[in-house]
């Protein structure tokens, strides 16, 4: 079975600055797909971005970016500009090539971003 | 846009009761689950399915059981509520496939935050 493990269970950063959340996983699959998802307080679960194994390539979506390193088994996720908005709980998944996506999420437990003004 | 109804945001029940937790989604998704959140857990997935009528255990099945009688309705079910199932229980969907589209993210309701009491 899959684990997702993110070792900050709390990050705080000052506005306008950059911060990186990091995110482990163990699997023995060569083929998969991970994700970052942020929840507001409104609980409201936000993609936030996704990123392909078999890519080398990390991903980008504006302010948000990843460090995808395959055989480290790691993909952390760098916030940079960082904004009130962008205060939230974020949580990296993983997702099984096989099964047709049908086999749902595995999740870390979490980390509580705190924006400081 | 996508979207996944949760048919209440919160709900008080008492010990041994039946509960149920609706789940409504508008895009013709296959793939439906049902996860439990709690503080410093993340996401675990108790229950999901693939088609109508069809069911698979997730990582935390016991004490709850599923009904999928119509392709948009996922229904979570609690045959007699006890108070360790008080929790944030949320409900996703996503479209079935291979390749690329298992890079397509699950979408999620709100949530129900039930408490038992």
């Known amino acids: 079975a899959q684990t997702v493990t993110q070792s900050q269970p709390e990050m705080s950063v000052q506005e306008a600055e950059t911060v990186t959340l990091s995110c482990t996983y163990d699997?023995?699959?060569?083929?998969?797909?991970l994700f970052w998802y942020k929840q507001p307080p409104s609980r409201q679960m936000i993609l936030v971005i996704r990123?392909?194994?078999?890519?080398?390539q990390n991903a980008t979506e504006n302010r948000f970016s990843v460090n995808f390193q395959k055989a480290a088994k790691s993909f952390s996720l760098k916030i940079s500009d960082s904004q009130l908005g962008d205060a939230a709980m974020y949580f990296c998944?993983?997702?099984?090539?096989?099964?047709?996506?049908?086999?749902?999420?595995?999740f870390g437990k979490g980390t509580h971003l705190i924006i400081q003004p | 846009d996508v979207k996944v109804t949760q048919s209440s945001r919160y709900l008080v029940k008492r010990t041994g009761e039946k509960v149920f937790l609706e789940c409504v989604q508008d895009?013709?998704?296959?793939?439906m689950f049902w996860y439990r959140q709690d503080p410093g857990l993340g996401l675990r997935l108790i229950y999901f399915?693939?088609?109508?009528?069809?069911?698979e255990k997730g990582d935390i099945p016991e004490g709850y059981s599923v009904s999928r009688e119509k392709k948009e309705r996922f229904s979570l079910i609690l045959e007699s509520a006890s108070t360790n199932q008080t929790s944030m229980y949320l409900c996703?969907?996503?479209?079935?496939?291979?390749?690329?589209?298992?890079?397509?993210?699950?979408?999620f309701g709100d949530g129900t935050r039930l408490s038992i009491l």
């Open positions: 699997t023995s699959e060569s083929d998969y797909y």
């Open positions: 399915s693939y088609d109508v009528k069809m069911k």
């Open positions: 996703a969907s996503t479209e079935s496939g291979l390749g690329e589209l298992l890079n397509q993210p699950q979408h």
């Open positions: 998944a993983y997702r099984s090539s096989s099964g047709g996506g049908a086999d749902g999420l595995t």
């Open positions: 990123q392909e194994a078999y890519k080398q």
């Open positions: 895009m013709d998704h296959e793939n």
